[in-house]
C-alpha cells in the first residue's frame, strides 16, 4: 500500500475537484464518519488539487461534519488546478501527501479529475485513490448514477413546470436551456417528467424540420403552451440559437427564452442523492480497508460496483437507443 504491500492504512484524506454538485456534503461525512468508526485518522484537502499542491489541509472529526448532509456545495471547497496537469505540480502534490503522513486519498470528482490522479498514479505508484463520481450531466462511465444528478434534475423540472404556468397562461412558446454541454441526460429527464413538447440534446442530429411541425401540430391541437427543453451543448447552438429558428416558422407567436445555468448546481440534495452519496463514501474507505486502489466507485443497476480509473476516461456513459426512441414517441 502507501509504504509497503503489508503495511494497514492509518491515515487517509478526503477532497473534492472539479464543478460542485449537490451531495458532495453528504459524501464527505459518510467519508469521515467511516474512517472514524474503523479507527483512521483522517484529513481534508481543502480547495480541490490546488490545495493538494499548497499542503492545505484539515484535521477532520465527527464535529466537524455535523448537520452538514443537508447542504448543497462543499465544505472542503474546490477548484480546477492547471499545475497539477504538469509534471511539476504532481511533484509538489506528491511531497505534501508525504509530509503531512497520508496513505491513501478518496477523491470526489468528475472525469477530469479522474484523468489528473489518473496521471498521478503512473508516478507515484505508493499513493491508493479511490474516486467517487458526481457530475450534474450524468455521463461518467462506469456508474448508472452520479452525486447531483438526481437533485439538479428535480431543479430543472420544478423550474420548467413554473414555466409552464406563465406560458399557459400567455399561450406561448418558450426554450428552457439546461445543463449537458457533451450530455443530454438533465434535457431528457427533465423534459420528459415535464412534458416538454421537443427535447434537444447533443448525442441527436437537430432536425429542425421535425420541431417545426410538433410545434405547429401542438398549436393545431389547440394547447395553450409549448415546451422546447434544449442541452446547451446540442447541435444548434443552445436555446438562443434554436429560438431564432422557431421565430423564422412561426413568426406570430411569443417565444420566450430561459437558462437555468448554475441554478442546476446549487440547492439542498435529495434524498436520493443524499443516500448515493453515502454509500459512495461508505464503500471508498472499505475498498481502501479491502488493499483495492486506483478505482472508481460506482452503482450499476444498483449494486455497488468498481472501475479501474484507466478506464473511466476512455468514455462516456451515452443514453441508449431506447431512451431516446421512447423520446421520439412521447414528444413527437
Known amino acids: 500500500m502507501s509504504k509497503s504491500e503489508t503495511q494497514k492504512i492509518q491515515k487517509i484524506a478526503v477532497m473534492t475537484s472539479g464543478g460542485d454538485v449537490p451531495g458532495l456534503n453528504a459524501c464527505i461525512r459518510a467519508v469521515v464518519r467511516t474512517a472514524i468508526f474503523n479507527q483512521l485518522k483522517i484529513v481534508g484537502i481543502q480547495h480541490g488539487f490546488e490545495g493538494l499542491i499548497a499542503g492545505d489541509f484539515v484535521p477532520l472529526h465527527a464535529q466537524s461534519v455535523s448537520n452538514i448532509i443537508q447542504l448543497g456545495g462543499t465544505m472542503l471547497k474546490s477548484s480546477r488546478s492547471e499545475l497539477f496537469r504538469t509534471k511539476e505540480g504532481r511533484l509538489l502534490a506528491y511531497e505534501k501527501i508525504k509530509k503531512e ?11 477530469g479529475s479522474f484523468a489528473g490522479v489518473n496521471a498521478f498514479i503512473q508516478e507515484y505508484a505508493d499513493i491508493p485513490f479511490i474516486g467517487i463520481p458526481k457530475t450534474i450531466d450524468n455521463d461518467i462511465a462506469g456508474t448508472d448514477v452520479c452525486i447531483g444528478y438526481d437533485t439538479a434534475l428535480n431543479t430543472a423540472m420544478e423550474a420548467i413546470d413554473k414555466i409552464r404556468d406563465t406560458a399557459e397562461s400567455h399561450e406561448r412558446i418558450f426554450l428552457v436551456e439546461v445543463m449537458g ?4 441526460y438533465i434535457a431528457y429527464g427533465a423534459g420528459l417528467a415535464s412534458g416538454a413538447e421537443s427535447i434537444l440534446i447533443p448525442e441527436t442530429k437537430a432536425d ?7 410545434l405547429k401540430k401542438g398549436w393545431n391541437r389547440k394547447k395553450a403552451s409549448l415546451i422546447i427543453v434544449v442541452a446547451e451543448g446540442d447541435e444548434n447552438g443552445g436555446a438562443y440559437k434554436t429560438a431564432e429558428m422557431v421565430k423564422k416558422y412561426m413568426p406570430t407567436h411569443y417565444v420566450g427564452i430561459c437558462i437555468l445555468g448554475h441554478i442546476q448546481r446549487g440547492g439542498s440534495p435529495s434524498a436520493a442523492d443524499r443516500i ?7 464503500t471508498s474507505v472499505i475498498a481502501l480497508l479491502e488493499g483495492k486502489k486506483n478505482i472508481m466507485v460506482g452503482i450499476q443497476k444498483n449494486e455497488l460496483c468498481f472501475t479501474p480509473f484507466e478506464e473511466v476516461k476512455k468514455q462516456h456513459l451515452q443514453i441508449n437507443q431506447s431512451t431516446l426512441n421512447m423520446l421520439n414517441a412521447l414528444t413527437s
Do not use: K, M, Q, T
Open 101 to 111: 503522513n497520508i496513505d491513501a486519498i478518496v477523491l470526489i470528482g468528475g472525469d
Open 181 to 184: 454541454r457533451d450530455s443530454g
Open 208 to 214: 429542425i424540420e421535425n420541431l417545426e411541425n410538433i
Open 276 to 282: 448515493l452519496a453515502s454509500r459512495f463514501g461508505y
